[in-house]
């Protein structure tokens, strides 16, 4: 009775052996089953308590210890199979995306070393940068400067495409990850290459940099010299040529600063230009508003004349037609032709006069004063001698011959001191008093 029992325990404790181990073995192959990604370390270290529990579990059947064991050990081999096919695929896809990265940054140092403008080293710094993105598995295609700003501190601007084979989110190599030992060396060699990229773009900057401070030196001085108009023009043009410079700002700020320094020379320039205009404008509003006064005085001292001239014309003309003795008429018909010629110099002057008069008002605008009118003159200024009284030498009498000085004078023009002929003879002597100019003045009137 003692012996069934005993047996009948056994075989109840080896029952429940058997299904804990078969239960932590349905549960081991929960890890590698089903759609969730084999969790391969908690795989094996299930594994290994599984296997203690083969050890320390008793009593165990041995058929079902057996079937137990093939169960476990085919599992494992299964999960090792697949375990080492998957990291064959990832060493076989960390050799490939490890290639890409080389190859990316080979070409990035050869473009560096081929470069011979800052245009041509942005495309190496363009490659480098798509090395960079695989490494962090991005888009080669959508990474911008920043991702290589991140680790480079640089602060240049990258634009342009290297020409390297195009990779686009969808490709394997993105997604693909790198082992550590590939990771390690691709980080080393992607660090070498920047630093010789970074060290050719110093080179560029040092020779761009002194390059840019010699126009904007060159503009300084021309601002001293220069029309500062078209200096300012240049000034504009550097300007924007700068601000789509690979020179940052902060590097910049002395060529700025000259160019400020030209910018305003050349504004005092066209300033001081601007008052010297205004100031010779109005030295020559001043000049012309005299001119002005002084010819208006004369065409009015003219029209007077004119009057007189032609009052005492038409005086000897009276005279002539009711003269009896031949030489008083002869004498007068001739001063009255001289009278004649006077008044139709007087007319020329005065139609000169007023074409300077029209010309001079045009010109000043607004700024030419109101016209001259005969009340505006100063008191006495067209007043005329008083005619003398007839006196009775002036009366008609025998011709007598003239002396010699006397017919030299009569052969030149009439001078004012002459003794007037009788009767009205007052524009000689206005002539004279009012200091006109008759025939072939010239004023200046140019400014």
């Not at 476990?72 to 199979?81: I, V, Y």
Request: proline share 6%; charged share 35%.
């Amino acid at each position: 009775m003692s012996g069934e029992l005993d047996r009948e325990r056994w075989l109840q404790l080896a029952r429940a052996n058997a299904e804990v181990i078969r239960t932590e073995i349905i549960k081991l192959r929960g890890f590698v089953e089903g759609d969730s990604a084999a969790q391969y370390v908690d795989f094996w270290a299930q594994a290994r308590e599984i296997t203690s529990q083969f050890k320390s579990f008793k009593p165990l059947e041995p058929e079902e210890r057996e079937q137990l064991w093939k169960d476990f050990h085919d599992l494992c081999k299964q999960t090792r199979s697949r375990q080492d096919g998957e990291r064959a695929k990832l060493r076989e896809e960390s050799q490939l995306k490890r290639a890409a990265i080389e190859a990316l940054t080979e070409e990035a140092l050869a473009l560096n070393d081929q470069a011979s403008t800052l245009e041509e080293l942005e495309r190496a710094q363009s490659a480098l940068n798509q090395a960079l993105a695989l490494m962090k598995n991005q888009d080669p295609l959508s990474v911008s400067s920043a991702a290589a700003e991140e680790v480079s501190a640089e602060d240049e601007k990258t634009e342009g495409d290297s020409g390297s084979p195009h990779l686009s989110g969808a490709d394997p190599l993105v997604a693909a990850r790198l082992l550590k030992e590939d990771r390690e060396s691709c980080w080393i060699r992607w660090l070498e290459v920047r630093e010789a990229i970074r060290k050719h773009r110093g080179e560029f900057r040092q020779k761009l940099f002194g390059a840019l401070e010699e126009r904007a030196a060159a503009l300084l001085a021309a601002s001293e010299s220069e029309e500062p108009h078209g200096v300012q023009g240049q000034i504009r043009d550097f300007q924007l040529e700068l601000k789509g410079s690979p020179m940052p700002p902060p590097k910049t700020e002395k060529i700025r600063e000259t160019l400020r320094n030209a910018w305003k020379r050349c504004s005092e320039r066209i300033e001081e230009g601007r008052q010297q205009r205004r100031r010779q404008h109005d030295e020559w509003v001043e000049r012309m508003r005299e001119h002005l006064q002084r010819w208006e005085i004369t065409l009015l001292k003219n029209q007077f004349y004119q009057e007189r001239l032609a009052a005492e014309i038409t005086d000897l003309d009276t005279r002539i037609a009711s003269a009896t003795e031949p030489g008083l008429s002869e004498r007068m018909t001739r001063w009255a032709e001289e009278k004649r010629g006077r008044m139709e110099k007087v007319k020329e002057t005065a139609t000169e006069l007023q074409e300077k008069v029209r010309s001079v008002r045009s010109r000043l605008g607004k700024d030419a004063p109101p016209p001259l009118k005969v009340e505006d003159l100063p008191p006495g200024t067209l007043e005329a001698p008083a005619p003398r009284e007839p006196r009775a030498e002036d009366a008609p009498r025998r011709e007598r011959p003239a002396p010699r000085a006397a017919r030299r004078s009569e052969e030149r023009p009439v001078k004012m001191k002459e003794t007037p002929p009788p009767g009205l003879n007052l524009g000689e002597l206005l002539a004279e008093k009012l200091g006109l100019v008759v025939a072939g003045s010239n004023s200046d009137g140019n400014h």
